[in-house]
């Protein structure tokens, strides 16, 4: 292969980028950057993946580390272009060194020409430098000495922090090119700390939040190298012990630089221990000891402040009004006090609130701002807020029990009385129930006087109550009407003292979801009464009861019958579809119909043939859709004989043909057609015998037709009837005789 020549086309193929890139700088105005076809490539600098994170600017002994590079490599003259920037941009969490003799940046390589430099120009985050003469031939541009540390040095949980520097001048590759990775990683170990403290628990019992103790660098993050054993010690408290550390006293080797203690328990009270946390790994310099923080070991609750009071008489508490004396239950070692033996230390015990069963009124319900009556305990004690009961009644009691459980956890306060407070408002004292639409609600509502807890004021107030609908989910819009109207007085003396009652109340409509308000009006005694909102409750469609009768149930053929439609229920202007049928199985439409003012209509119909009715609703906001019973009228058909049809006697001559035309009606080409019989009957013998029988099937107009030959002599009749046809008409009645004299 003959090198030469592709070595000597490289060689004027650079030569001749570089004179291409001369020329544009030559040409271009000062301080403008030529563009140079072809690219440099970056050598990123090392040095900086594994940079202590004591090092870092707020770390006790901050540090710099000393980088070695980048380096930016040109493949072709003047790819650095004149008056270009290269701005070396830290990534986050990182500094450049600013002051002393942070480096340098210089040119070289084999055959380098021209590449010249400004002064680098250092800030906190960057690197700028100038390039004052871009190269004639390529060259590479090293920096030297430059140095870096993190600017903080908790890692915050994390393993490393880690970045690239990167080029946001204007010469040399930009973007996401890398000009060296740094990355901070925890320190020497030299300390421990605790990463979960121990917490306040009942003598003898195991925490309920184990001690966890982490192997730390000098700013605290977890250092996951090395071998270490961890020994935990009891200090004792201030107050009581000094109790026996139990459970945990053996060491323990970390794990992902963590020591996990389980079992410990302290068996004794007191107020204020530590765990003290020691190296005992032994062989080397030992770790910086770690005390935890303060925990108690109580065994006791208490009412530090007792609950009740307020405005009522003898400054008793109202129902349903905030006691003036708010609970304050403290946990604690021993009953002696609640400051010196108070748990000061405790911030992890739920104490909960109840009222003490046999206590008070039955189904009073206490109520404070915590939800569920919980609330954790703040340096030792559960400060209650808002706490109220809604009943009145005498020698309440309220009890503290706590999670986790101190000695019998039923620890009870002082007996208090809750009276009746000043009327408020009104309230459902009895909530509608058992509605169904248009019929009255089976539990009717009461509506009554009452304090804030729902306590019934029957003296010296009073008010008119009208109710209406609240939320009204009907379609259409439900109506309410009570009886003998929706406007009651409420009473203040007897046994509805304080009461409205109502009877007779329904809603016009169904719907889930209905509520009433009761409104005072006219008050007397009060300035004020709140309305009232019942609970939600549902009004039922009742099921359609629809009963079809007809006016005959045989009619002939020609003739009209009445068909007649009850709504039992609700039936008020309910517009239904009344059907027929012929064979029981398909139905069509005969009329679209409305109820009237009793819940009945009527239909007028004139059937061709046997039929089947019944109605079909298809649902209102007040009734259920439904379907009727099925009743049937029959309908015989008519035989018309000719000639005459009348019974009038005729003489003709023997061997006369007479022909007999029988038209039968209804008659449709979509019905089976009928068959009609003719009977020929002669006297004989002073009776009437039958001679002959003649069937014959109606033609599409529907006639059927027979000759008949009078061959014998003597006194004759004929007569037919239309024999019933499957599903469709009954037979209809022989037709009158046709008497003939025969000669």
Request: net charge positive; hydrophobic share 40%; charged share 10%.
């Amino acid at each position: 292969m003959n090198v030469a020549p592709s070595r000597f086309r490289h060689a004027r193929r650079l030569a001749s980028l570089a004179m291409t890139g001369a020329l544009l700088a030559a040409l271009l105005p000062a301080g403008q950057v030529a563009t140079v076809l072809g690219a440099a490539s970056v050598v990123a600098a090392t040095g900086g993946s594994a940079i202590a994170a004591d090092t870092a600017a707020d770390a006790p002994s901050p540090a710099w580390t000393t980088l070695i590079g980048p380096q930016i490599v040109e493949d072709a003259a003047g790819q650095l272009v004149n008056n270009g920037t290269i701005v070396l941009t830290a990534p986050s969490g990182f500094e450049f060194r600013t002051t002393g003799s942070p480096g340098s940046l210089g040119a070289g390589g084999t055959g380098c020409t021209a590449l010249a430099f400004g002064a680098l120009s250092f800030a906190a985050t960057t690197v700028t430098v100038t390039v004052t003469a871009q190269s004639t031939a390529p060259c590479t541009a090293t920096y030297s000495g430059l140095q870096v540390r993190p600017t903080v040095g908790s890692l915050g949980g994390a393993a490393q922090r880690t970045g690239n520097i990167t080029n946001t001048g204007n010469t040399g590759p930009g973007g996401s090119t890398n000009y060296g990775t740094l990355t901070e990683v925890p320190g020497a170990a030299a300390k421990l700390g605790y990463t979960q403290q121990p917490s306040t628990t009942p003598s003898g019992v195991v925490f309920t939040t184990q001690p966890k103790v982490a192997i730390l660098d000098a700013v605290g993050n977890t250092v996951t190298t090395g071998t270490y054993a961890i020994t935990l010690t009891k200090v004792a408290p201030a107050t009581g012990g000094p109790g026996t550390l139990g459970g945990c006293t053996s060491a323990v080797a970390p794990v992902a630089g963590v020591a996990t203690f389980s079992g410990c328990l302290i068996t004794g009270t007191g107020i204020g221990y530590k765990l003290l946390a020691s190296d005992t790994t032994g062989g080397g310099p030992a770790l910086t000891p770690a005390n935890s923080a303060l925990f108690d070991i109580p065994d006791n609750l208490g009412f530090e402040t007792q609950p009740g009071g307020g405005a009522g008489s003898g400054g008793k508490a109202q129902g349903g009004v905030a006691f003036t004396n708010q609970p304050k239950v403290t946990v604690r070692s021993g009953t002696s006090n609640f400051t010196t033996n108070k748990a000061v230390n405790d911030s992890t015990t739920t104490i909960t609130l109840s009222i003490k069963a046999g206590t008070g009124a039955v189904g009073a319900v206490l109520t404070c701002d915590q939800a569920g009556n919980l609330l954790r305990a703040t340096a030792g004690s559960s400060q209650f807020t808002g706490c109220k009961i809604n009943k009145s009644g005498t020698a309440y009691k309220l009890v503290a029990t706590s999670v986790p459980t101190y000695g019998t956890s039923i620890w009870e306060s002082a007996a208090f009385d809750v009276v009746a407070g000043p009327a408020t408002k009104l309230t459902f004292i009895t909530q509608p129930a058992g509605a169904a639409a248009g019929q009255a609600f089976t539990t009717q509502p009461v509506v009554a006087i009452t304090d804030a807890g729902g306590n019934i004021v029957t003296t010296g107030v009073s008010a008119n109550v009208s109710l209406t609908i609240g939320t009204n989910p009907g379609l259409p819009a439900g109506v309410l009407s009570c009886t003998p109207s929706i406007t009651i007085a409420t009473t203040t003396s007897g046994g509805n003292a304080g009461k409205a009652t109502y009877s007779g109340c329904k809603i016009t409509t169904s719907g889930v979801g209905y509520t009433l308000n009761a409104i005072p009006t006219s008050i007397v005694g009060v300035a004020t009464l709140a309305a009232a909102t019942s609970d939600p409750f549902t009004v039922t469609a009742p099921g359609a009861a629809i009963t079809v009768s007809t006016s005959a149930s045989v009619i002939t053929w020609g003739q009209y019958v009445t068909v007649t439609t009850v709504f039992a229920v609700n039936g008020v202007g309910k517009t239904f579809t009344l059907l027929g049928s012929r064979d029981g199985l398909t139905w069509s439409t005969l009329a679209t119909l409305t109820t009237g003012s009793t819940g009945t209509a009527t239909f007028l119909y004139k059937p061709a043939t046997n039929m089947f009715y019944n109605a079909a609703f298809a649902g209102s906001g007040d009734l259920l859709a439904g379907t009727s019973n099925t009743t049937r009228t029959v309908v015989r058909q008519i035989a018309l004989l000719r000639p005459t049809n009348g019974g009038l006697i005729r003489s003709i001559a023997r061997n006369t043909s007479i022909t007999f035309t029988t038209t039968v009606r209804p008659a449709r080409p979509e019905l089976p057609a009928a068959t009609v019989s003719f009977r020929f009957y002669r006297l004989s013998g002073g009776a009437w015998t039958l001679v002959t029988t003649r069937d014959v099937v109606i033609d599409a107009l529907g006639k059927a037709a027979t000759t008949f030959k009078f061959t014998s002599g003597g006194s004759w009749y004929a007569r037919s009837i239309a024999n019933p046809t499957p599903s469709y008409n009954a037979n209809s009645v022989w037709s009158p005789v046709e008497r003939y004299n025969v000669r």
